[in-house]
């Protein structure tokens, strides 16, 4: 494992977790209280599922169909298998991991739709390109699996607001810099959750992301109507909000929402 992966995002810890790749977010309706109930309808009948081959795959054919048609990515699966583990149903995970409630140790992950080596194999680009220092801080930040699994894919999008962050300390953030006070927390929390209250963001675009390297759908850019030159220094940013302004005041009013934040968090780490 090289270095900048040695932090593990996909189960991180009791509450936090990620299935963006299994297409968590790729259904019709992703708010949390769909995805939430959604995703606890399946697991109470998974547990009453007999763990076999014929079973699973019934089960898996249930679920798609019940599933609304529409998807936002036509092409990238939104895998019935994703549910809730943990002793409380508290994260969102696979249900046919090998360590899932009922499956003592067997991995069905061969069943799904990607196949077993691709599930157990597959990282995605944050988790090969992010620094740890920014995975430790979004993690420190993070209260629930739905926000956090929406971000911590958005590489482009952490790693401009962590550069500001840096850019005003000049000096890089550390792992020692996930030791969060109470008001970093707030800072970088308020950030993270842009990508939920955005008011620039364009309507009817995805809360969902498409980051995979194959090309099948490329990211929107932001759109400055009367900006000239090179693109703003957040562009990364705007483009991951899907932002579309009206005016160069809007543009002003978006970057001084996010210096505000990145200067807060940079405050909080000056003690
Ligand atoms: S999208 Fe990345 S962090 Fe999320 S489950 Fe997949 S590999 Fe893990
Ligand atoms: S079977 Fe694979 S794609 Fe489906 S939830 Fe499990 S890990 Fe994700």
């Avoid at 991180?12 to 309808?41: F, M, P, R, T, W």
């Avoid at 490329?218 to 109507?225: G, S, T, V």
């Avoid at 932002?243 to 990145?262: C, H, L, P, W, Y």
């Amino acid at each position: 494992m090289d270095k900048a992966s040695a932090v593990h995002l996909c189960q991180a810890d009791g509450s936090i977790s990620c299935g963006a790749c299994c297409g968590l977010y790729n259904v019709v309706d992703s708010s949390q209280k769909n995805l939430e109930s959604l995703l606890l309808q399946r697991t109470l009948l998974f547990e009453q599922t007999p763990r076999t081959a014929d079973h699973i795959d019934d089960f898996g054919r249930k679920i798609k169909s019940a599933m609304p048609r529409g998807r936002p990515y036509k092409e990238f699966h939104h895998c019935p298998f994703l549910g809730l583990v943990g002793e409380n149903r508290q994260r969102v995970g696979c249900l046919l991991h090998p360590l899932s409630n009922g499956n003592e140790n067997t991995d069905w992950r061969g069943l799904s739709w990607y196949g077993a080596l691709a599930c157990r194999t597959y990282f995605c680009p944050s988790h090969h390109k992010l620094a740890n220092s920014y995975k430790l801080i979004v993690l420190a930040a993070s209260d629930n699996w739905y926000l956090y699994g929406l971000v911590i894919t958005e590489t482009d999008f952490l790693e401009c607001f962590f550069g500001q962050v840096e850019k005003l300390l000049g000096r890089e953030l550390t792992q020692n810099d996930a030791t969060l006070t109470k008001d970093g927390k707030k800072a970088v929390g308020d950030f993270l959750n842009l990508k939920l209250v955005w008011p620039f963001r364009r309507k009817n675009s995805p809360l969902a992301h498409y980051f995979f390297s194959d090309g099948l759908y490329a990211p929107l850019p932001a759109i400055y109507p009367g900006h000239k030159g090179p693109a703003p220094a957040l562009d990364a940013i705007f483009r991951a909000l899907h932002s579309e302004f009206k005016n160069r005041q809007e543009i002003k009013q978006a970057t001084d929402i996010v210096e505000g934040m990145a200067g807060a968090f940079a405050k909080s780490l000056c003690r």
